[in-house]
């Protein structure tokens, strides 16, 4: 168990509907990191915030979008959906992420999306 | 462009022998490297790391190695166990802003008794 937490575990809904996946990180952890992996491939990073702040951004879609809160969970927004969304989603977290490059990033279990 | 590929998707390896597993970069920013695990229905678990002023580090049975001139790593794994069984991601650290990882598109490893 990485202590990395996300919900729900599966979600199944319609092209052009909207999506909320959710994300607690480790105690003290300031760092979550979203990830996006579609069949057969590697994970794709999409965006990092750091205590509340966006500081990367990966291949993320227009539609898509992210935010941390105080209590530091986030949250991915994923709307418009389409066929192509379907992947696996995870969350990671580590305890900095930002001056360093050393951080390990540990992962939840992440959320299967399934769009029909 | 894939800045990071493991070429072999899969590997099989019998029990006790050693498992290899190998990973090319092509950003010679990249400096800090990691290997994840992964197992069905799970996400992925850190297994090791190398910093690129060293060519290698060991942790119990698993050893990462960096050729920096070849931008080549591997890792090996042995004695190879069936728990072993899994996908492993090698991912390639560098300092955009923030950490940002890129991960390879994985090997899967079979380990037969």
């Known amino acids: 168990d990485s202590g990395v937490t996300q919900t729900p575990k599966h979600l199944i809904t319609a092209t052009g509907q909207r999506v909320t996946l959710r994300c607690s990180p480790r105690?003290?952890?300031?760092?979550v990191y979203w990830y996006q992996q579609s069949l057969d491939q590697g994970l794709q990073f999409l965006i990092q915030?750091?205590?509340?702040?966006?500081?990367a951004k990966g291949n993320i879609l227009e539609r898509f979008s992210a935010q941390q809160f105080p209590d530091l969970h986030s949250e991915l927004n994923l709307s418009s959906l389409e066929l192509g969304d379907s992947a696996l989603y995870f969350c990671?977290?580590?305890?900095?992420?930002?001056?360093?490059?050393?951080?390990?990033?540990?992962f939840g279990p992440g959320t299967r999306l399934t769009v029909l | 462009d894939q800045q990071v590929k493991q070429n072999s998707p899969s590997l099989s390896v019998q029990e006790g022998r050693i498992s290899i597993l190998n990973c090319d970069y092509t950003?010679?920013?990249?400096?800090?490297f990691l290997w994840y695990k992964k197992y069905p229905a799970e996400g992925p678990t850190f297994l090791i790391s190398?910093?690129?002023?060293?060519d290698k580090n060991e942790d119990g049975r698993f050893t990462v190695f960096l050729n920096k001139s070849a931008k080549h790593l591997s890792l090996h794994i042995v004695p190879s166990q069936p728990g072993d069984s899994a996908v492993y991601f090698c991912?390639?650290?560098?300092?955009?802003?923030?950490?940002?990882?890129?991960f390879g598109q994985g090997t899967r490893l079979t380990i037969n008794p």
């Open positions: 950003n010679s920013m990249f400096d800090y």
């Open positions: 991912a390639a650290s560098v300092y955009q802003g923030a950490q940002k990882l890129v």
């Open positions: 990671a977290s580590s305890v900095r992420g930002v001056e360093s490059i050393t951080d390990t990033q540990y």
């Open positions: 190398i910093s690129s002023i060293k």
């Open positions: 105690s003290g952890d300031l760092s």
């Open positions: 915030y750091y205590n509340g702040e966006e500081r």
